[in-house]
């Protein structure tokens, strides 16, 4: 699809332009604000990236997201805000003055979606982060950015926590699955950033009941929309914060740079996004 001229459009780049759900959350949002605007997937080769966002202006666009396998590529072709640097890859591109400047929305996606979900989340002193991939990195910046003052890091591959954790300092502490049982008790957040749980994949297995009352449990797994943790964390009467509500969170912040309104996540568009999920 060619872009439009006259008016602003963005787009997301990945290889391969998987099957996404950011067109539908956007054009929502530009349809329910009435904004005359776009946004388009472009299939981008790793040996394209770098012209295709050298000359992303020129396109047309006034800005991106990005995805897999990009998101590195983007960070250095930018210049990255604090939270696109500590996690060290950029998913959000757009212009200042005529910079293209990048950021990481997964980090304000993952905190906005606990603030809506489970206010007074924050209260926790601990958390227990499992996973240490790509977006264990924005949860446990924002975890410590807001303020928790211990995240223990759990990782199949011990040394992936430990290198992570060495990144963040000492409020960061890795440990090993075997761990798992005895930090429940500590935990006040519990947060699943592993693909254990998802469709296709191995069970996630967690005792929710070894966690304190009044514990938040968040899963970055949104296929299947209630996991088998959500679930069992629900059924035990604990708060929890959902996959697609982190996705629709991150999504606000890209659409506010290209657009200049900030939009809102309401029940109307994840609606939509489940209807979309389940017809996948
Ligand atoms: P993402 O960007 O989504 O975080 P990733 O960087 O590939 O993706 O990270 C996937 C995470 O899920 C990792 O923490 C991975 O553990 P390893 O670092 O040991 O690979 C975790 N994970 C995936 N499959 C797993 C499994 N079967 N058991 C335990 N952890 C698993």
């Given at each position: 699809m060619t872009t439009a001229a006259r008016t602003p459009a963005a787009c997301l780049i990945g290889w391969p332009a998987a099957h996404s759900r950011s067109p539908l959350i956007h054009r929502y949002w530009l349809r329910t604000l009435g904004i005359e605007g776009g946004y388009v997937i472009e299939a981008v080769p790793p040996d394209d990236f770098r012209d295709f966002v050298l000359r992303l202006s020129l396109r047309g666009f006034v800005g991106a997201n990005v995805t897999i396998p990009h998101k590195e590529q983007a960070l250095a072709l930018s210049k990255p805000d604090a939270r696109a640097k500590a996690v060290g890859a950029a998913n959000t591109l757009w212009f200042r003055d005529g910079e293209l400047c990048s950021t990481n929305t997964d980090v304000e996606g993952f905190i906005n979606n606990l603030d809506a979900s489970a206010p007074g989340w924050d209260k926790a002193q601990e958390a227990l982060v499992l996973g240490a991939g790509g977006a264990s990195r924005a949860v446990v910046f924002g975890l410590i950015d807001r303020g928790i003052k211990t995240v223990h890091l759990v990782n199949r591959t011990v040394?992936?926590?430990?290198?992570?954790?060495?990144?963040?300092?000492?409020?960061?502490?890795?440990?090993?699955?075997?761990?798992?049982?005895?930090?429940?008790?500590?935990?006040?957040?519990?947060?699943?950033?592993t693909s254990l749980g998802q469709h296709g994949q191995p069970r996630l297995e967690i005792d929710v009941a070894r966690l304190p009352d009044g514990a938040v449990v968040a899963d970055l797994?949104?296929?299947?929309?209630?996991?088998?943790?959500?679930?069992?964390?629900?059924?035990?009467g604990l708060k929890t914060?959902?996959?697609?509500?982190?996705?629709?969170?991150?999504?606000?912040?890209?659409?506010?740079?290209?657009?200049?309104?900030?939009?809102?996540?309401?029940?109307?568009?994840?609606?939509l996004v489940e209807a979309d999920l389940k017809h996948a």
């Open positions: 040394a992936r926590a430990q290198a992570l954790a060495g990144q963040f300092g000492s409020g960061v502490q890795p440990a090993g699955w075997d761990e798992v049982e005895k930090l429940l008790p500590r935990a006040g957040l519990l947060v699943n950033t797994v949104y296929v299947p929309l209630q996991t088998e943790l959500l679930a069992a964390a629900q059924a035990r914060a959902d996959g697609l509500g982190m996705l629709l969170h991150q999504a606000v912040r890209g659409f506010e740079l290209w657009f200049g309104r900030r939009p809102q996540v309401t029940s109307e568009l994840r609606a």
